[in-house]
């Protein structure tokens, strides 16, 4: 049944005339990165001695500890963007780049770190919870973010015990009060260029609403389906020559509304993008620690 609904995949793709693929925190799982989630041999690097401190056993429930300091948690913050800015291409990525080389398609991402910026031009992809390669004011005191590479790979060579100093921390250079990673927080500045790139991916949903359109959920999971999942459904409810296709080993729901307009795919994404290609999987094994957050932020 699945080869048979990979055949009905290729063909989606390539009679598809645009492609609008939402990605989120299960695509980059897929090609390995769940240190955000899970305690891998990366969280464990990441975390240094602060996991062993306080008890946390993955990188998200790190950031939101309420008893870290703000010296611990800005270590934790600068060694993980070190490692966005440094660590390799996922697969999923590259063979999603490899797909859609000839087509029509515009990304939109829930995932803040920055893979599709690795294989696709940046005019194609809107960020709507941000990226950890930039910076913020905290206070939202102006409306700008700030790429953060050199300063980041400064500060985490100062990180002592863990530590970032109070006297390194970043300050917004308008009102003195401290920076914050531009990601989705009560802090999120939705500013210019936030809004630059919603008004491009909603340039491209309207030139291209009257033709064949796939959308191509990828990794989305059930805690914030307001930004990918529930929009693309709805566009395919209204849209007549919309269809809707979700990869997902956990949550490939089909509403019974569309059902007739969509295919569900409970696979790996890894392995369905590779059968999509022709390309071998039985390299490829299944990972004994079911990618299962308790939270999907």
């Given at each position: 049944m699945k080869d048979n609904k990979i055949d009905k995949f290729k063909e989606l793709i390539k009679e598809a005339d645009a492609i609008v693929v939402?990605?989120?925190?299960?695509?980059?799982?897929?090609?390995?990165f769940k240190f955000y989630y899970q305690d891998d041999d990366v969280f464990r690097m990441l975390a240094?001695?602060?996991s062993d401190k306080y008890g946390f056993k993955n990188m998200f429930d790190g950031f939101y500890d309420s008893r870290l300091t703000d010296g611990e948690r800005w270590a934790l913050v600068l060694r993980t963007i070190k490692y966005i800015y440094e660590c390799e291409t996922g697969e999923t990525y590259i063979e999603l780049a490899e797909i859609l080389k000839d087509k029509n398609y515009y990304a939109v991402t829930t995932n803040q770190d920055a893979q599709f910026f690795r294989v696709f031009p940046a005019d194609k992809i809107t960020r709507l919870q941000g990226d950890w390669r930039y910076f913020q004011c905290k206070n939202r005191c102006h409306d700008e973010i700030y790429y953060n590479h050199d300063l980041v790979m400064d500060l985490c060579d100062k990180i002592e015990n863990d530590t970032l100093p109070d006297s390194l921390i970043p300050r917004?250079?308008?009102?003195?009060?401290?920076m914050a990673p531009w990601v989705r927080s009560r802090e999120f500045l939705e500013g210019k260029d936030y809004m630059r790139e919603f008004e491009?991916?909603?340039?491209?949903?309207?030139?291209?609403?009257?033709?064949?359109?796939?959308?191509?959920?990828?990794?989305?999971?059930?805690?914030t389906?307001?930004?990918?999942?529930?929009?693309?459904?709805?566009?395919v409810y209204q849209w007549p020559d919309a269809f809707y296709a979700t990869v997902n080993p956990q949550h490939a729901i089909i509403p019974k509304e569309i059902a007739a307009k969509s295919l569900g795919i409970d696979e790996d994404i890894n392995i369905v993008l590779k059968k999509i290609l022709g390309k071998p999987i039985d390299h490829i094994k299944a990972d004994s620690k079911i990618f299962n957050p308790k939270r999907i932020y």
């Open positions: 939402g990605g989120a925190a299960g695509m980059s799982a897929a090609s390995g240094g001695g602060l917004c250079p308008h009102c003195g009060g401290e491009r991916y909603m340039d491209f949903l309207k030139a291209n609403m009257h033709r064949r359109v796939l959308f191509l959920e990828l990794g989305v999971g059930m805690m389906p307001m930004f990918i999942k529930e929009p693309f459904m709805n566009m």
